[in-house]
């Protein structure tokens, strides 16, 4: 077995994956919070206003991270779900699960920054273009396994169907931002292309992609820590999580 | 707080149900999001033209929370029955309208007002316009408790039946008609600017009505369904 | 300043944008702890249990 | 026994040509018993002879076909009876996403509190000390039957219905079924049991209600 392999094996033991993520937690958290501030200050402070929309566009920063981050937060629940449905490996399972409220508040949050820079452009707050719309779709895709997650009794077997769920939503997701494109263009009513400023240059660039980095580092911290609850949940008749719970004291009555 | 009272029997009833939507507040939200899908149904139809989907606003909204609300009935009884509580509750010294009244109270607060506090953001990505929402949100308010009401009792009438999903929206729907006529009515009187007061009051009488009878009903209903 | 916070008149909806933004991830920086909190009450009140079912039986 | 000297006591219940018949197939035949307080009577009867059903009579569920019921000498009118009689049935009437604690509040506020007990004190006589706030879903078949007779513990019911009470329950568990009716009846109450059989019964040989099916 060579070490990456190894490393996986390791990394797939419950009080293994429970040690090493509570040490990484505050370092990720701390690092996404200062590439965030640095990326915030870059794209509010440093980025001159757009000349079409003066500084309404500097929305983006937030809008366009959150936007990616609810599909990559999709992908990694599909991932995670699909190793979990066939090696049984308890971790991605619980991995999948707690990925899934996290994508649903990037895309809650995609949604509500959309909405809000759609009042001043086109003057309503929802207009049906089509990236928000597919986005509004991926948000109940989200609720639907989050949905399926908590309805089953059984912790297992509940993260088992909404693994399964979350698998038949991948093969979903492009199906449906291909159909509302396709439906936006036959409306092609909508105007100027909504989502981003008339051109992006390199000083609007770096702080878009320094977010988007802040994000994902927060998605992995995020992860971890749910995925750490759920572990202690799930392990709570083990005496390694009693043990990591309530002290040493606990674990050997 | 005497025990055994009648007061005591709805007041233990409500906080009972209460604590258990709030072990539940999961399954609170599903009503909401339902009616939010049914909604978003329609433009992806009909296309997004602003114009187009004002005008047929209002009627798509009350038919999306109506079904919402009648999907929401379901779950009036079925856990009750299942678990042997209605059965104590039916044997309960206490009037059983007076329980059941308090009961399809608490349903309603627990599903029909979270569709409620979605409708405005659902009238505007129908493009509502802004004139039609209070008439809208008023109809909505004299509308659901009307169908909770309504609805109780032929869940009442099967709640014995395993498979009664379907039944269940057969029997109901047509007791919805009338309602969905007045409040679709106030609501398209408004978006045309004529006077929309006299369906409202309808909706008012029939709620009256129907929150004395209704319960009495119910409480029949389930007498004859329980053997 | 002020025209910083004017965000060329346009402040209310960028500001709104950045709130949502933080609020959300405090939401989601919260939610874990809180249950972390709920499922050691849970497991302490179990142990608690268990080491009376024990003493009452040994 | 509770007797007064020389004027016969006026029964806790008493059914006079009581039968019941489903779509008019007949379920148990013209039954007449009286039940004093103090006593302790075993239904038996095989499957099918309609010994939940006649429960179900006697708790006002169902209306009899044919005769009346007198509760303490009086006509039944079910406002007035359930304040008398508690059912037990095969179901533990109990919500699972609630705690013990918290179903058993509920009880007493539609069903009264007997004085002299609370639910804590209830849950501690039938052996349940320390799952007080336990969701009733983590709980065994067995542990859910005792919550229920708790539930019967605390209501002021005189008449106890029970249906099956040992389904469900161990050794230690039927014991203390008895020693529940046993305690009931010292009380002045009085229980009506239904077993196919499979009791144990300690304290002296029951009354027998044989139910015959009316077939």
Redesign the interface.
Known sequence: MNTLTLWFHQFGSPPIFHRVTARLSPWL?ASATLIGFIG?YGG??LAP?DYQQ???Y??IF??VP?AWMSLFAYFFMAINAFIALVWRIKISEILAMASA??GA??T??TL??GS??G??MWG?????DARL?SE??LL?LY?GV??LY??I?DRRQAARAAAFLALVGIVNVPIVHFS?TW??T??Q??TVRLLGPSRIDSSMLWPLLLLALATHV?FFA?VF??A??SL??LE?GKDW??SA??GPG?AH? | MRYGTTASACAALIRRDLVLTWRRRGDALNPAMFAMIVVVMFPLALGPEPNQLARIAAGILLVAILLAGMLALDNLFRSDHEDGTLEQLVLSPHPLSLLLASRIIVHWLTTALPLIVVAPLLAEMLHLPRSVLPVLLVALALATPLLSLLGAVCVALTVGMRRSGMLLALLVLPLYVPVLIFAAGACNAAQAGLPFLAPLLWLGAALALALVLAPMACAAALRISIT | MTDFLAMGGYGAYVWSSYAIFVVALLIDFLAPRLRRQRVITDLGGRLKRQRKRQEKSA | MVHVEGETPVPLLHARGLSYARNDESIFGPLDFMLHRGEVVLIEGDNGSGKTTLLKVLSGLLEPATGNILLDGEELTLARLSHQVALMGHLPGLKSDLSAIENLDFTIGVFGLRPGITPALALASVGLEGYEDVAIRQLSAGQKKRVALARLLLVPAALWLLDEPYANLDKEGIDLVNRLLDAHARRGGAALITSHGAYAFTTGAPRRLPLRSAA
């Open positions: 958290y915030l509010l402070v206003a003066s500084d309404a500097r929305i937030v809008h959150c409220p996290i508040v990037f809650a949050i509500a920054t809000i820079w009042k001043p309503t707050w929802w207009t049906w719309t509004l779709v109940f609720v989050i949905g908590n309805a009794e509302v439906w936006n036959l409306h009513g909508s927060w995020s820590a749910r750490r609850v202690l949940e709570s999580a009693r719970v309530l606990a009555d």
